[in-house]
């Protein structure tokens, strides 16, 4: 098997807390794997840490635990100059397209910004490359020289992901790209996104609240609960039969356009997230869950799970999950 583009091994990003309180425990644990051109959907309720895995992934947070290798290069052992490198090849869209762009800034000051620190391409070719950027989101050259208060938050987003693109990069790191858009344009970058992936052969680590565009978008999803990652598998694997218990309840909330069409049973959940400075013993979802009581010997409250290889079925496609209850039809390992 061929390198993957991202290894992310048993990262964890832990913050101080004020007055003796326990750390901030926003990412702890976290492995998995990229392939170059695959889509992997990040999901989870606020706070769960996708934010934050994608920041310390970019190397915007210094782990407190675990590795990154992109390509093969650990990212921590990276001179300043191997990661100037290394950043051209992934990038960032941010949530708020109105905070991200210098709003001092043209167009073609944003779009060339990139290439003139990476010492790319001649003055004249820059502004040849910045019309191609804004044609491959669907933007013209009678922007180049307008300011970002000129532009709707669609187009401003457009904008982000032309800068995004600039150097070429094989994997977009995209954080809430949608969640401050007007609904009426999120379906538009949506759009967009698939263009782009299927255009330039893409990898997305895609975060995303909105379940129906991750399924759109990703190959594969994994669900994040406090920290660490309770579920991955194949999205029409995941969308069709929900496996932990918290990914259940979190695809119940999907809306579904026929009321009458099959949809995974809800697990109504009990409570609110824990906070991260207090982490609950044993399965940190355990005070919510609805299936604890199933597991004998109030192990759920002892002992956390691991993430470990499962079938929904014998015959069915393998995903990882952590959880004590084996799913139907597979004995427990
Ligand atoms: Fe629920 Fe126990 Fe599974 Fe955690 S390990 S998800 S508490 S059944």
Not at 33 to 58: F, H, P, Q, Y
Not at 228 to 251: C, K, Q
Request: hydrophobic content about 40%.
């Amino acid at each position: 098997m061929s390198t993957p583009l991202l290894e992310v091994r048993d990262l964890a990003k832990h913050f101080p807390s004020r007055g003796g309180q326990a750390d901030v425990q926003a990412v702890d644990g976290v492995s998995f794997d990229l392939r170059a051109g695959e889509s992997l959907g990040l999901v989870g309720e606020s706070g769960c840490g996708k934010s934050t895995l994608a920041r310390t992934i970019l190397g915007l947070e210094a782990p407190s635990r675990g590795t990154v290798h992109f390509d093969g290069q650990s990212l921590g052992e990276l001179s300043r100059k191997s990661w100037k490198a290394i950043r051209r090849r992934m990038q960032v869209v941010f949530q708020d397209p109105f905070a991200s762009l210098d709003p001092r800034q043209s167009v073609l000051s944003i779009l060339t910004e990139p290439l003139v620190i990476h010492g790319l391409f001649k003055p004249r070719e820059r502004r040849l490359r910045a019309l191609a950027l804004l044609d491959a989101v669907g933007l013209g050259a009678q922007h180049l020289h307008r300011f970002p208060h000129e532009f709707s938050g669609g187009q401003r987003q457009r904008i982000g992901i032309a800068r995004a693109l600039a150097l070429e990069p094989e994997l977009l790191v995209c954080d809430e790209p949608l969640s401050a858009l007007d609904v009426s344009i999120q379906a538009q970058i949506v759009n967009l996104f698939v263009e782009l992936r299927q255009r330039f052969g893409l990898a997305y680590l895609f975060i995303a609240h909105d379940l129906a565009v991750v399924r759109k978008l990703c190959d594969r999803v994994a669900v994040m609960y406090l920290g660490r990652i309770v579920e991955i598998a194949e999205s029409e694997d995941l969308y069709a039969e929900p496996g932990h218990p918290y990914t259940r309840a979190l695809f119940s909330a999907i809306p579904v356009p026929d009321p009458r069409a099959p949809r995974p049973r809800a697990a109504g959940l009990r409570g609110e997230v824990a906070d991260p400075r207090e982490r609950p013993t044993g399965c940190a979802f355990h005070p919510r869950c609805p299936r604890a009581e199933e597991v004998p010997e109030a192990r759920c409250r002892r002992e956390g799970p691991a993430l470990l290889p499962r079938r929904m079925n014998a015959n069915g496609p393998a995903r990882t999950m952590a959880c004590h209850l084996a799913p139907a039809g597979q004995a427990e390992r």
